[in-house]
């Protein structure tokens, strides 16, 4: 029995022995540890990084000198899913609670990945900018608002629809010019390098295209519809009929509206397609690239009508009163 009780004893002191040496271990490794980084270190964390991949990009960048003390640090503190995805920057010889932090504020950050839905306007994505802390709204408003493009061979007004709708990790110091460059930019890499061909098969330029695409983004919800959609707006252009796309007279409106009302139709304004025949004189948002393509690779179609017919569908006609039937038929 005593036998058993020293056995018990000395495993008990060992347990005593090695907690206190986990502890110490890790008290050093999260709080007393500094030796790294060495020098300022750039890290970039991808949105999605779960906290074992971001324990690892700061082990193999040596901003970090041990990736399970991060983790458990981590885990303590209940901050697993506070950590913000962007690019930082480490000053050198910080502990990891230290890095922990930087993470969890943005304290280091100096780029943040920012999201532009296709479909935001330049008004949406100056005010997403401001919400992220990067520039003011107003100022963007402005440089989009005046900055003109030379798209096939046009020069446009403003870049209204030349903002192409991405993910972006957006340095948080980023002047207007850096913003409006990387964002017009990525809109000409991702613009079909047959667009003028094809906007002049069409009997447009490339910007008249790219207004078509930015109705289209607006009116179709699931990408089978877009060239339908399209072929339907280059069919009432060819008949001369006011393409009456609600859409338009939202964008002319100053704040939105989800139903518009009898009096919004009449507003006079170049963006109302039921007063006016023919395109609106700019894009009214910035398409994606499945819109872009639908506006220059529209369907064959003889459809001049289309209603929303629920489920993320429209249905097609070719005379109004096919049109009128599915009207019934889909807005009961």
């Given amino acids: 029995m005593r036998v058993l009780l020293r056995t018990l004893a000395t495993l008990a002191t060992v347990v005593v022995l090695a907690a206190a ?25 991808v949105r999605g990084s779960s906290l074992a991949d971001i324990a690892e990009e700061l082990s193999n960048n040596r901003v970090i000198a041990n990736g399970l003390a991060f983790r458990l640090l981590a885990r303590i503190q209940g901050s697993e899913e ?33 999201t532009f839905p296709e ?27 005046t900055t003109g493009l030379n798209v096939g061979g046009t020069r446009t007004p403003n870049l209204e629809g030349y903002l192409f709708p ?3 990790l957006v340095d948080v110091a980023a002047t207007p010019s850096q913003i409006v460059a990387m964002l017009t930019g990525q809109f000409f890499k991702e613009l079909p390098a047959d667009a003028a061909q094809r906007a002049a098969a069409l009997h447009v ?3 008249q295209a790219v207004t078509v ?26 008949a001369h009929m006011p393409l009456q796309i609600d859409a338009t007279i939202e964008y002319a ?26 395109l609106p004189p700019t894009p009214i948002a910035n398409p994606g690239l499945p819109s ?9 179609t003889d459809a001049l009508y289309y209603v929303y017919c629920g489920g993320g569908h429209h249905v097609f006609a070719k005379t109004l009163e096919q049109h009128q039937a599915n009207v019934a038929r889909c807005l009961k």
Avoid at 122 to 144: C, K, N, T
Avoid at 293 to 299: G, N, R, S, Y
Wanted: no cysteine; hydrophobic share 45%.
């Fill in 82 to 114: 506070d950590v913000r995805a962007g690019a930082y920057r480490f000053a050198p010889h910080q502990s990891q609670n230290e890095i922990l932090q930087e993470l969890r504020t943005g304290g280091a950050q100096i780029a943040r990945w920012v």
């Fill in 292 to 300: 872009l393509e639908a506006a220059l690779h529209p369907a064959k």
């Fill in 21 to 45: 040496l986990i502890a110490t271990w890790f008290a050093y490794a999260a709080f007393g540890d500094r030796s790294l980084p060495a020098v300022p270190k750039q890290v970039i964390i």
């Fill in 166 to 168: 991405s993910t972006y």
């Fill in 205 to 207: 330029t490339v910007p």
């Fill in 213 to 238: 695409a930015s109705l289209v983004e607006r009116e179709a919800k699931i990408d089978a519809d877009r060239p339908m959609i399209a072929g339907v707006i280059y069919n009432r252009l060819r």
């Fill in 253 to 278: 409106l100053p704040h939105h509206k989800a139903e518009l009302s009898y009096a919004d139709l009449k507003i006079d304004s170049p963006y109302n397609t039921y007063l006016h025949e023919g």
């Fill in 119 to 145: 479909g935001f306007t330049d008004r949406q994505i100056a005010q997403r900018l401001q919400d992220e802390g990067i520039a003011s709204a107003a100022v963007l408003d402005r440089r989009f608002a």
